[in-house]
């Protein structure tokens, strides 16, 4: 049974996440928290608040990976916020996403870093045996 | 880097031959020890650079190159418009017009040291850092318009420091040629409650002693003297750039698809400069340029309140500001004929020599300022645009120092509490809200910048003026 996680990998400037899960909705889910992490510790953010996001759903699914890591940044950086759960829907011309979080609480979480961008470096979103992988290199 | 890839022209120059679909050289400044350290990606990616349509002369990799997006961090490329040159997103980074000025205080390294705690504490308690840290300043429509048009020159009339700033910025202060209509909704909310934040990363706020000169004359004519005390601001264009950057890096795939432009990468994406999505991204960036422009000259002022406060003697002059993360219109003689082409930055900063019309009045005659910023605890520089640096390297220099260790590996390697002790005992407060931030920003993971100026200094692209040593470092 394929378990969904999620790591980092190794950029010299800046920071790869990656997400696992048994299908591209739960490795998308996971690169969302991968991202939370380059932050702060996930089990420190609190699921106090839900936020939907939707995006368009051009069929590629690396490209649809960035965007929506991007629209998870954007909502970060103008609601002061940080998601620890995050799942996410995806439909042939659209992908839907649910995010819980909390406001950022700077003696809480000690956030170590700003993410600025997502970017197309080291981008891949691919079934690997069982399992699914997502990811990308973010710029810090 | 493998060596055997390079033709060595001399001691600091290499260089790459066009071959296959390169239409330009690529120029590499560096000594031998740099270039062996450096990433062999950072070939690979200029090379790529000179791939796109319209490149003038070569693509040039400054000293503290290493792997970007697309194109190399410390990386320069010019595009003619009038041969189908092209703008890159990548090419500028998200963190537009990224850069760094200093200011001279008067005051000596006896005379800060004494107050250095409270100094530490008022500077970190007036200058928001890091994320989650809000500004107290909130733009109104009107006033985001008036700031993406006006730049420093527009915070200078907000009541943000001195007229006599604005001489000493890069195009006096105000990027002309700024099309805020083309800046998003989303870009501006980003920077809604940004104004005058520092951000994170490698960004900081440093007190430094000017603890070595080695050019005597331009120092002097820059006001800098041995064992006196300088501020550093490093930061850019904050959530507004941010946002820009990837929007078009979006904007431009599409774009250079439709003009039937090949890419060797997709972070390299681009648009004719004549085109649509070229124009409109070229207006958004000079926009966030003013951006980053007004967001340090903000920070200034609140540094100077707070040097008002502690040092009522002090009189804070700004001595110059660069950015190292741009695109600029600028006019260059390629093989003997004046051009104007457009000068992509990444990780570089212009280099003007001796009486370039861009250079202050004040230091015209020596060459124009050039700001390195080390990282957190180790030394800073300042150098000076040469008379070679023109036919070198298109007016440019390197920036920096560049990581030299990945942020996990920074992790695993030490914690942030050791490295503020560390830091403490040779001299250095610092304050961060956070310890992972410091161990991920400790200075033993970045490159010798050291070596850095040194070859840049050799290379002859910039001469070296002096060390700047910090002795307290604000961390986002």
């Known amino acids: 049974m394929a378990r969904a996680r999620w790591d980092h990998f190794e950029h010299m400037a800046d920071v790869g996440v990656r997400g696992y899960g048994a299908t591209p909705e739960e490795a998308f889910a996971q690169a969302a928290l991968a991202l939370t992490a380059v932050i702060t510790s996930v089990d420190e953010v609190a699921p106090r608040e839900r936020l939907e996001i939707e995006l368009e759903n051009s069929g590629d699914l690396e490209l649809l990976l960035v965007d929506f890591l991007n629209a998870v940044i954007y909502e970060m950086a103008v609601r002061g916020m940080l998601f620890g759960k995050v799942e996410v829907h995806l439909a042939k011309d659209h992908l839907k996403a649910s995010l819980w979080g909390e406001r950022v609480d700077r003696a809480k979480h000690r956030p170590a870093v700003e993410v600025k961008g997502a970017t197309y470096t080291q981008l891949k979103v691919a079934q690997e045996g069982e399992l699914w992988v997502a990811q990308c290199v973010v710029d810090v | ?476």
């Not at chain 2, 503290?64 to 980074?93: C, K, L, M, N, T």
């Not at chain 2, 107050?115 to 733009?139: D, F, H, T």
């Not at chain 2, 520092?198 to 004359?217: R, T």
């Not at chain 2, 220099?397 to 002790?421: F, P």
Request: glycine letters at 10%; one cysteine or more; hydrophobic letters at 40%.
């Open chain 2, 1 to 476: 880097m493998d060596i055997k890839k390079l033709e060595r022209v001399d001691e600091t120059v290499w260089r790459i031959p066009p071959k296959g679909k390169m239409r330009a050289p690529v120029l590499i400044f560096a000594d031998e020890e740099l270039i062996r350290e450096m990433d062999d990606k950072v070939a690979e990616q200029a090379s790529n650079v000179t791939t796109l349509p319209g490149i003038v002369g070569a693509c040039y990799v400054m000293p503290d190159a290493h792997w970007g997006y697309g194109f190399p961090i410390g990386g320069v490329a010019a595009f003619d418009a009038e041969e189908g040159g092209v703008i890159s997103a990548g090419g500028v980074g998200f963190d537009i017009s990224c850069g760094v000025r200093t200011l001279r205080t008067g005051l000596t390294r006896e005379e800060v040291e004494e107050a250095a705690e409270p100094l530490a504490n008022a500077l970190y308690a007036s200058v928001p850092v890091g994320l989650g840290s809000r500004s107290k300043i909130s733009l109104s429509d009107k006033e985001m318009e008036a700031m993406l048009e006006g730049g420093a020159e527009w915070a200078v009339a907000q009541g943000y420091g001195k007229k006599t700033d604005l001489e000493r910025i890069e195009e006096h202060g105000r990027r002309r040629g700024a099309m805020p209509s083309e800046v998003s909704a989303y870009a501006r909310e980003r920077q809604r409650r940004e104004m005058g934040t520092l951000g994170s990363g490698n960004h900081y706020l440093e007190v430094q002693v000017v603890d070595e000169i080695y050019d005597p004359k331009a120092a002097e004519s820059f006001g800098l003297k041995q064992g006196e005390v300088v501020i550093t601001i490093h930061c850019g264009s904050r959530g507004l750039g941010h946002q820009i950057g990837t929007e078009y890096l979006k904007k431009m795939q599409q774009a250079a698809k439709e003009h039937g432009i090949e890419l060797p990468d997709r972070e390299l994406a681009c648009a004719p400069l004549k085109s649509k999505v070229g124009q409109s991204y070229l207006g958004a960036m000079r926009a966030a340029i003013n951006c980053a422009l007004a967001n340090r000259q903000i920070i200034t002022h609140w540094v100077r309140q707070v040097f008002a406060e502690l040092f009522p003697k002090a009189e804070l002059d700004l001595i110059y500001d660069v950015s190292h993360n741009t695109c600029k219109e600028e006019t260059h003689v390629i093989e003997g004929k004046k051009r104007r082409l457009f000068v992509h930055r990444k990780g570089a900063t212009r280099a003007f020599g001796p009486g370039h019309p861009e250079i202050p009045q004040a230091f015209r005659s020596i060459g124009q300022p050039v700001i390195i910023g080390g990282s957190m605890g180790t030394a800073s520089y300042i150098l000076v645009g040469t008379e070679q640096s023109e036919a070198l390297s298109l007016s440019s220099a390197c920036h920096g120092a560049g990581r030299a260790m990945s942020r996990n590996q920074a992790l695993k390697a030490w914690t942030g509490q050791e490295i503020v002790e560390q830091l403490r005992r040779r001299g250095v407060i610092v304050r961060s809200p956070s310890l992972r931030g410091v161990a991920e920003e400790a200075p033993q993971a970045y490159k010798n910048v050291d070596k850095v100026v040194r070859a840049a200094d050799q290379a002859k692209i910039a001469k070296l003026v002096a060390r700047l040593r910090p002795i307290l470092c604000i961390k986002g």
